[in-house]
């Protein structure tokens, strides 16, 4: 860290360097291009939309990403580096540089919060752009070694890698800042007090501060800490990281009024940061302000991660908080209006979707309202809620993001859905990748034993009942009888029910309307659909041509065995059409 006996600075091969500049103006990026040819660099790429963009690092591995901010209605510049990011298409040591005319807060705060290593501003001079890069390259590559050796999951290899290049290389406030969150990482306490006491000194940043501040909150003194953070923010007012830390030390010292203040301020300065506006939503519904935890949700719909699955996660994560707080409602009418406010919020967000991520919305929202009526004591109406929203993916289950399977598997169990149980439990089963909330409700789900042999009895039973329906119906109606004082809303067990009976003599046909209602005012899937309109008629006819019921084989099922490994990895999206309320 000291200038004596610092090697120079790596040398740039400007010819083999490989570029992609990405701008939805296409004379920007022309120009920018021309610029970059002088400087001898022979490799550059032109994206003028965001897909364009995907598909050029699909097939080239760049040194440096060059975007401009504000690309199209779609996603921003940000937005897709973090696309590019998450899909692992550009590599760690990638150079990001951000270009923009516009010097809004929120445009520094969301370039900042993606980390580049330069924010060029229009118009670009020659001589900006050659600094900019010739640093932008010159610190990629003294970085190179450590992003390697983080790769490959050997963080101690690269803390020492850290260590290695800022003697050799000398300060780096980049790499510096990443050594520092190595140490906290790996919980390094004695190596990172001399560190911490040398760049205090020598290099005082908000990073210091910051890893000061934790440094004294793992020793125990959180006051002070929350003291030396209060103080940071007051100086520099736009230091999201110094925010979301005092957040979060304000939560741990019970000081929720404040901590909820303080992730308002962050907030207001990202709205597009989903993460915040869940912080916020958190501790509104923690201090029951319905008011700010539906304002997190408006501005949420209005700025939702787009480019992948995450945005049905952060969704799914806002309701789950939202059910908390309308749950602890014991106003009817205050539920009401809460549930009319979050129709709009999910108008909102369809409005903000692209039109394949649409109906994962609409269905989605039929579940949300399910889980609602379920709750509420409504099993017929979250029943038709729920299959409503699925109807049209009853033949392609697999295609639904896995946080919507997850979301839906309770409702169908406590329904008694065994075919969609078994379709569902059989497409998150094959999979090894699910988010992190998806992975809590999966855990939560499988810790209900009771729940779980409670199916595992229905398939069993259910096997057994409709065994019964052509050779006895009368022992079958029996037994489809005592199924349905469990699951009085099963598909399979009304319909087997209504088989059966149809089968005794006349007088002997009498059923609720219950049973009826059951299986005719909602979808179903297409097995089950013929298997009820066959039901019907023989219901309906004087002299019925009575046929075999459906020979349908659902496996047992084995609930718990649900991998659950965290990756919010996106899943397969397809076209479909709006699915219409009722």
Same mark, same amino acid.
């Given at each position: &860290?000291?200038?004596?006996?610092?090697?120079?600075?790596?040398?740039?091969?400007?010819?083999?360097?490989?570029?992609?500049?990405?701008?939805?103006?296409?004379?920007?990026?022309?120009?920018?291009?021309?610029?970059?040819?002088?400087?001898?660099?022979?490799?550059?790429?032109?994206?003028?939309?965001?897909?364009?963009?995907?598909? $050029?690092?699909?097939? /080239?591995?760049?040194?440096?990403?060059?975007?401009?901010?504000?690309?199209?209605?779609?996603?921003? *510049?940000?937005?897709?580096?973090?696309?590019?990011?998450?899909?692992?298409?550009?590599?760690?040591?990638?150079?990001?540089?951000?270009?923009?005319?516009?010097?809004?807060?929120?445009?520094?705060?969301?370039?900042?919060?993606?980390?580049?290593?330069?924010?060029?501003?229009?118009?670009?001079?020659?001589?900006?752009?050659?600094? @900019?890069?010739?640093?932008?390259?010159?610190?990629?590559?003294?970085?190179?070694?450590?992003?390697? !050796?983080?790769?490959?999951?050997?963080?101690?290899?690269?803390?020492?890698?850290?260590?290695?290049?800022?003697?050799?290389? *000398?300060?780096?406030?980049?790499?510096?800042?990443?050594?520092?969150?190595?140490?906290?990482?790996?919980?390094?306490?004695?190596?990172?007090?001399?560190?911490?006491?040398?760049?205090?000194? @020598?290099?005082?940043?908000?990073? =210091?501060?910051?890893?000061?501040?934790?440094?004294?909150?793992?020793?125990?003194?959180?006051?002070?800490?929350?003291?030396? =953070?209060?103080?940071?923010?007051?100086?520099?007012?736009?230091?999201?990281?110094g925010f979301d830390l005092l957040t979060h030390y304000q939560q741990l010292n019970h000081q929720m009024f404040d901590a909820?203040?303080? !992730? @308002?301020?962050?907030?207001?300065?990202?709205?597009?940061?989903?993460?915040?506006?869940?912080?916020?939503?958190?501790?509104?519904?923690?201090? #029951?302000?319905?008011?700010?935890?539906?304002?997190?949700?408006?501005?949420?719909?209005?700025?939702?991660?787009?480019?992948?699955?995450?945005?049905?996660?952060?969704?799914?994560?806002?309701?789950?908080?939202?059910?908390?707080?309308?749950?602890?409602?014991?106003?009817?009418? !205050?539920?009401?209006?809460?549930?009319?406010?979050?129709?709009?919020?999910?108008?909102?967000?369809?409005?903000?979707?692209?039109?394949?991520?649409?109906?994962?919305?609409? $269905?989605?929202?039929?579940?949300?309202?399910?889980?609602?009526?379920?709750?509420?004591?409504?099993?017929?109406?979250?029943?038709?809620?729920?299959?409503?929203?699925?109807?049209?993916?009853?033949?392609?289950?697999?295609?639904?993001?896995?946080?919507?399977?997850?979301?839906?598997? +309770?409702?169908?169990?406590?329904?008694?859905?065994?075919?969609?149980? !078994?379709?569902?439990?059989?497409?998150?089963?094959?999979?090894?990748?699910?988010? *992190?909330?998806?992975?809590?409700? &999966?855990?939560?789900?499988?810790?209900?034993?009771?729940?779980?042999?409670?199916?595992?009895?229905?398939?069993?039973?259910?096997?057994?009942?409709?065994?019964?329906?052509?050779?006895?119906?009368?022992?079958?109606?029996?037994?489809?009888?005592?199924?349905?004082?469990?699951?009085?809303?099963?598909?399979?067990?009304?319909? *087997?029910?209504?088989?059966?009976?149809?089968?005794?003599?006349?007088?002997?046909?009498?059923?609720?309307?219950?049973?009826?209602?059951?299986?005719?005012?909602?979808?179903?899937?297409?097995?089950?659909?013929?298997?009820?309109?066959?039901?019907?008629?023989?219901?309906?006819?004087?002299?019925?041509?009575?046929?075999?019921?459906? @020979?349908?084989? =659902? +496996?047992?099922?084995?609930? #718990?065995?649900? =991998? /659950?490994?965290?990756?919010?990895?996106?899943?397969?999206?397809?076209?479909?059409?709006?699915?219409?309320? #009722?």
């Amino acid at each position: &860290m000291t200038k004596s006996g610092q090697k120079p600075p790596p040398k740039i091969h400007w010819d083999k360097i490989k570029i992609l500049i990405v701008d939805d103006q296409r004379s920007a990026s022309v120009l920018l291009k021309s610029l970059l040819t002088q400087m001898g660099i022979k490799h550059i790429d032109i994206a003028d939309t965001y897909d364009e963009a995907v598909r $050029a690092c699909h097939k /080239t591995h760049y040194n440096v990403i060059m975007a401009d901010f504000h690309l199209n209605h779609v996603l921003n *510049g940000c937005e897709l580096i973090c696309l590019l990011r998450s899909k692992k298409l550009i590599s760690s040591e990638c150079g990001i540089m951000m270009i923009s005319g516009d010097h809004s807060a929120e445009v520094i705060l969301a370039t900042l919060s993606i980390e580049p290593d330069c924010f060029l501003t229009k118009p670009i001079t020659n001589a900006a752009l050659t600094q @900019k890069i010739t640093q932008t390259l010159t610190h990629c590559a003294i970085r190179q070694p450590v992003y390697q !050796a983080l790769e490959v999951n050997k963080p101690e290899r690269a803390l020492a890698l850290c260590k290695q290049q800022l003697t050799e290389y *000398g300060h780096s406030q980049k790499l510096s800042d990443l050594l520092l969150d190595l140490l906290v990482e790996q919980q390094a306490w004695q190596q990172l007090a001399p560190i911490l006491k040398f760049l205090k000194a @020598k290099h005082p940043s908000h990073k =210091v501060t910051i890893v000061e501040a934790k440094h004294l909150a793992h020793q125990g003194q959180l006051s002070q800490a929350i003291q030396l =953070v209060e103080g940071l923010v007051e100086r520099s007012p736009l230091c999201l990281e110094g925010f979301d830390l005092l957040t979060h030390y304000q939560q741990l010292n019970h000081q929720m009024f404040d901590a909820l203040t303080t !992730a @308002k301020r962050a907030f207001m300065l990202t709205p597009g940061a989903s993460h915040r506006a869940l912080t916020v939503a958190q501790l509104a519904a923690d201090l #029951g302000n319905s008011e700010e935890l539906l304002n997190a949700g408006r501005t949420l719909a209005t700025h939702l991660p787009i480019i992948d699955v995450n945005w049905i996660i952060r969704f799914a994560e806002f309701n789950a908080i939202f059910e908390q707080l309308y749950f602890s409602q014991h106003n009817r009418q !205050a539920r009401r209006e809460m549930l009319q406010q979050l129709k709009g919020i999910q108008h909102r967000a369809f409005s903000r979707l692209l039109p394949a991520q649409q109906p994962f919305l609409t $269905a989605y929202g039929h579940i949300v309202r399910a889980r609602i009526y379920l709750a509420e004591d409504k099993p017929f109406k979250a029943k038709r809620r729920a299959l409503i929203g699925i109807s049209h993916y009853f033949e392609k289950i697999a295609k639904l993001p896995s946080v919507l399977l997850v979301e839906l598997l +309770p409702i169908l169990i406590q329904l008694g859905e065994l075919q969609l149980i !078994a379709e569902v439990h059989h497409t998150l089963s094959i999979r090894d990748r699910f988010d *992190g909330h998806s992975q809590q409700r &999966m855990a939560l789900l499988s810790t209900n034993t009771v729940a779980i042999k409670a199916i595992q009895t229905l398939a069993k039973q259910l096997a057994e009942a409709k065994s019964y329906i052509s050779v006895a119906p009368q022992h079958a109606v029996s037994l489809y009888d005592a199924i349905l004082v469990r699951y009085p809303y099963s598909s399979e067990a009304n319909l *087997g029910y209504l088989d059966a009976l149809s089968r005794l003599p006349t007088e002997s046909k009498t059923y609720t309307r219950l049973r009826r209602l059951a299986i005719s005012a909602m979808p179903l899937p297409a097995d089950l659909a013929l298997w009820r309109n066959q039901v019907l008629l023989q219901l309906d006819l004087h002299a019925p041509d009575f046929t075999e019921p459906p @020979k349908t084989a =659902v +496996p047992l099922l084995n609930l #718990g065995s649900l =991998v /659950t490994n965290v990756d919010p990895t996106a899943d397969i999206i397809e076209l479909a059409p709006p699915l219409q309320e #009722g």
